[in-house]
């Protein structure tokens, strides 16, 4: 069975600096990988998604994920966060490219300070 | 474009009360998605269709719960009877096939006393 762990559930950052979001995930086939933003009483953002081909991938807002086959990681970086970052972050993997159920981490809560 | 729309966006309601959940999935996608999240479990895959076919309920989590898809452009998801357990928001989610990314609509916050 799929799975994905995401093992920071809260991470603080200062407004300016850099970001890196942990995910690992557990599929017996290339996966499908997702990154998701939820900001408060909100529906989730994609911010990237990666099916194949050049394993650092880029989305929106400045994030970028790179696909790390040997560690079985998928991690979110952005170089320098804004205030606005402040969300809840999902990782996420799929087996057939969006088109079946997602199986979602837990989450990491963003919080950046001043 | 229109998101993907789901009603209401709030709802409470007793327990044993019936409660149906409605979501209109973004025109031109197939394939429609219903999820849960509640802070302990996280966000959970409900049941999905594809071209209005039901194509994996393993998630329901009991027979109370139920979801059609009418036509391509309106499912719901119902609960009978509603029991405090069920608190949670529910999300609908669409896609095209194999296009990849699903399209997450607002959510239903559902609160059952």
């Known amino acids: 069975a799929q799975s994905v762990t995401q093992p920071d559930i809260h991470i603080t950052v200062s407004e300016g600096a850099s970001l890196e979001l942990r995910c690992n995930y557990s599929y017996g086939a290339t996966p499908y990988l997702f990154w998701y933003v939820q900001s408060p009483g909100q529906g989730l953002q994609l911010l990237l998604k990666y099916f194949s081909g050049d394993t650092l991938v880029q989305g929106i807002k400045g994030f970028e994920a790179e696909f790390k086959r040997s560690q079985s990681s998928f991690n979110l970086r952005k170089p320098s966060v804004h205030w606005s970052d402040a969300a809840e972050y999902f990782c996420a993997v799929g087996p057939g490219g969006g088109a079946d159920g997602l199986t979602f981490g837990k989450g990491t809560h963003l919080i950046i300070q001043p | 474009d229109a998101g993907v729309i789901q009603s209401p966006r709030h709802e409470v309601t007793e327990m044993g009360q019936e409660v149906t959940l409605r979501c209109k999935p973004i025109s031109g996608h197939n394939s429609l998605f219903w999820y849960r999240q509640t802070m302990m479990r996280g966000l959970e895959l409900l049941i999905y269709f594809n071209n209005n076919v039901p194509i994996d309920d393993s998630g329901m989590p009991e027979d109370r719960f139920s979801a059609k898809m009418p036509n391509a452009s309106f499912s719901t998801l119902k609960i009978q009877p509603s029991e405090p357990r069920d608190s949670a928001v529910y999300f609908c989610?669409?896609?095209?096939?194999?296009?990849?990314?699903?399209?997450f609509g607002p959510g239903t916050r559902l609160t059952v006393t």
């Open positions: 989610a669409s896609t095209r096939t194999a296009a990849g990314e699903q399209y």
